[in-house]
């Protein structure tokens, strides 16, 4: 009859008891509700008594247990609220997998392209994305009612009809504006690349996007040459593509350099034999770029008597596109784990 005389001092212990650590929770259950715990005892004792008290002892009994039951659900509950660590966790259980996030494609490229340029003694610079017409269009020997203005859809902020060269705001179409920015602050010798985003008024597509990213380069030295353009993007493109990887520059035109030229390379995919990727001609189209146009160079208080300068712009996705394969533009910018998750070994 031990534990029977002290039903009541249990009831009070059970109904006073409290923990916020799971290992005291476990083991106020295992006393009371354990094969050999306080209420196992209270009913082995329980059939010694007289018949006409065990009415009355096994309601008390049956009001404990449910009392524990009750308090140990209630604490386990507040316990799981608030997030405190198990004691008695299985410390065995494989943990829950944590994905450590990859790199995105747009990024590798672009980190790929300034280690590359690094190399050769460019630094990095950048400029504001909301500029004005004077650093994305004026300065860069753009005239005010040419059609060459044309060649970007500008999102523009604020316009004026005449050209209002720095009320005009912008979302700049090129990072040939960092060019500007860089020769109003610093004099040659200046070798520098100029990593961004860029903003086209473009319906989206497979093929087009609003926002993208560009790669400006900018050398102005005393007698930088067309032969040293080549070589350097010669240089570039091996690094980036590998060593077979050839080069062909065609004429074009850029109001800011003079002469300018479209540099291809050769299809990384069939190696220039003709395939669908480079539509049969053997050559990709990469990049843009030019002779700084002695205007651009006076216009930003550099001598054209004394100095030259070769430029060149190239589009991060572009490049990433055909380094990766990747036959949408939309997939970079989508954020689909599916696509992404396929980067995580570049880190
Ligand atoms: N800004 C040009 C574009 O967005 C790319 C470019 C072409 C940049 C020739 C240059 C260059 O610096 O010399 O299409």
């Not at 209630?74 to 008695?88: A, D, E, R, T």
């Not at 065995?92 to 340029?117: A, K, Q």
């Amino acid at each position: 009859m031990e534990y029977l005389s002290r039903l009541d001092d249990f009831t009070k212990d059970a109904s006073s008891f409290s923990s916020v650590r799971y290992d005291e929770i476990e083991s106020f259950r295992i006393r009371f509700l354990g094969k050999k715990g306080i209420i196992a005892e209270l009913f082995a004792e329980f059939k010694n008594l007289p018949p006409d008290q065990r009415r009355q002892y096994g309601q008390k009994i049956n009001t404990l247990k449910k009392l524990v039951q009750s308090r140990h659900r209630q604490l386990l509950k507040k316990l799981s609220g608030n997030k405190q660590v198990h004691g008695n966790d299985d410390l065995t259980l494989p943990g829950d997998p944590v994905f450590s996030g990859s790199h995105h494609p747009v990024s590798i490229i672009r980190n790929e392209i300034i280690n590359i340029f690094f190399r050769l003694g460019f630094s990095v610079s950048e400029g504001p994305e909301i500029e004005d017409d004077l650093h994305v269009f004026t300065k860069l020997n753009f005239p005010p009612d040419h059609p060459a203005r044309d060649m970007q859809d500008t999102f523009f902020i604020e316009k004026n009809i005449p050209v209002n060269v720095t009320k005009d705001i912008l979302l700049r179409t090129h990072t040939s504006s960092v060019q500007v920015r860089v020769m109003e602050k610093q004099k040659p010798p200046i070798r520098t690349i100029s990593p961004g985003r860029v903003f086209r008024n473009e319906a989206i597509s497979a093929r087009a996007h609003c926002i993208f990213h560009q790669v400006e380069g900018l050398y102005i030295d005393i007698d930088v040459s067309f032969a040293q353009l080549k070589q350097t993007l010669l240089y570039f493109t091996r690094e980036m593509f590998g060593s077979g990887t050839d080069i062909r520059f065609r004429p074009s035109f850029f109001p800011f350099t003079e002469p300018s030229a479209e540099m291809d390379i050769s299809c990384l995919l069939c190696g220039g034999k003709g395939c669908n990727v480079c539509k049969y001609t053997g050559w990709l189209e990469i990049l843009g770029c030019g002779m700084v146009d002695p205007n651009v160079l006076e216009t930003n208080g550099i001598d054209s008597n004394i100095f030259t300068g070769f430029a060149f712009g190239m589009g991060v996705e572009r490049i990433a596109m055909l380094k990766y394969q990747i036959n949408d533009l939309r997939l970079y910018f989508e954020n689909d784990l599916r696509f992404l998750e396929q980067f995580a070994t570049h880190i």
